[in-house]
């Protein structure tokens, strides 16, 4: 059933016009529901439709209808035509959180990744954007699984290729593009926006390698050696490092050594947080600690929860997904610039038992 307009719902309850946020909501409803059903929630395009605020023109008023019927009818209902910049630029930025289930022993249990290209554009007009080539996607295991098998490959398909999981993509990207000749082809809506999601579970690339050796002696004490080796290139480095290293209920106090970064015992959180504010890859270091424990009528076994660890690690990606260029093609054949970033992130995902 469709939604009754603002005018409607008044008139049936007999109440006067609400005051503007209400209103204002009545209004967001009744343009993106039709029948039930959501037809329009591009923030852009709802932003012109939406007149509760302000009093406007007639001559305003017939171009924004104008533009509304474009942009409704259009081909490109996220974008306008209109957009001018004195500078164009378009950013890119490949997210990847890390997550890792990872035994005492070092077995990796579980590893995959959830990863976002996130693109920024400030381009004029309206641009057509090519980004990478040698995509393949797997139709076979898509279509019987469910699940795609994207290769980004620098010399074929079978070479370097990068499998990714569960793709999703907005709706600015043209599949059948993607289809015909593996590049993801698309018309950006301007600003912000998510153009990717994408999921991997095959050869990631670990950040860091965690091997704990923790020992109760007796029931007065419990003794700690952790070592940290960072995995990635020597001329990358990881930045708010933290690790979080659990202790027994009953610890009275802790002695810690560390080599690089400072280290201090939480009792409220039952916690050691050693913070390294700077990791520079290839390198390792050592954490030593003896907890002393008070003593106590009824002793639990200690659970033992795992050592987990934050960080942020700039220019590398886990999965190994790389944006091979980015190409713009507008009418105006204007000069624009291009950057990519890159970023891997692990926030109490990235776990080691002990």
């Known amino acids: 059933m469709q939604l009754p307009s603002i005018t409607t719902l008044n008139s049936i309850a007999d109440i006067p016009v609400p005051p503007p946020p209400r209103r204002l909501i009545y209004e967001l409803l009744d343009e993106i529901l039709d029948f039930g059903y959501p037809q329009n929630s591009e923030s852009d395009t709802l932003k012109m439709y939406i007149t509760t605020e302000g009093v406007k023109s007639e001559q305003a008023v017939r171009e924004e209808a104008s ?50 290209i996130l693109m920024r554009a400030y381009l004029s007009g309206t641009p057509e954007c090519k980004l990478n080539d040698k995509l393949v996607l797997d139709k076979k295991a898509a279509s019987s699984s469910g699940i795609g098998q994207l290769g980004a ?96 209920l009953n610890t009275t106090k802790v002695d810690c050594k560390v080599g690089i970064g400072k280290a201090k015992y939480v009792p409220a959180e039952n916690v050691i947080i050693w913070k390294i504010p700077r990791f520079q890859g290839q390198s390792d270091t050592t954490f030593t600690a003896e907890a002393s424990l008070s003593q106590t009528t009824h002793r639990k076994a200690w659970s033992r929860p795992p050592i987990s660890i934050d960080f942020q690690v700039l220019m590398f990606t886990a999965s190994g997904l790389l944006v091979r260029f980015l190409k713009v093609f507008e009418k105006g054949n204007y000069q624009s610039v291009k950057w990519v970033r890159y970023l891997t992130k692990a926030n109490g995902t990235y776990l080691v038992r002990i």
């Open 67 to 116: 533009k509304i019927t474009i942009q409704a009818t259009g081909a490109t209902s996220w974008r306008r035509s209109d957009v001018k910049y004195r500078k164009n630029e378009a950013f890119v930025d490949v997210v990847e959180t890390v997550n890792l289930s990872m035994s005492s022993k070092g077995t990796v249990l579980r590893a995959d990744v959830d990863g976002q």
């Open 153 to 248: 490959a620098a010399g074929g398909a079978d070479s370097g290729a990068v499998e990714l999981d569960d793709c999703q993509f907005h709706q600015c990207v043209k599949l059948g593009k993607f289809d015909s000749d593996r590049t993801i082809s698309f018309i950006p809506p301007d600003g912000e926006f998510e153009l990717m999601r994408y999921r991997s579970t095959t050869n990631i690339n670990l950040p860091f390698r965690i091997q704990p050796i923790v020992e109760e002696v007796g029931k007065s004490r419990v003794d700690y050696t952790v070592h940290v080796k960072a995995n990635f290139p020597a001329k990358l480095s990881a930045n708010n490092v933290v690790i979080k290293i659990p202790t027994p």
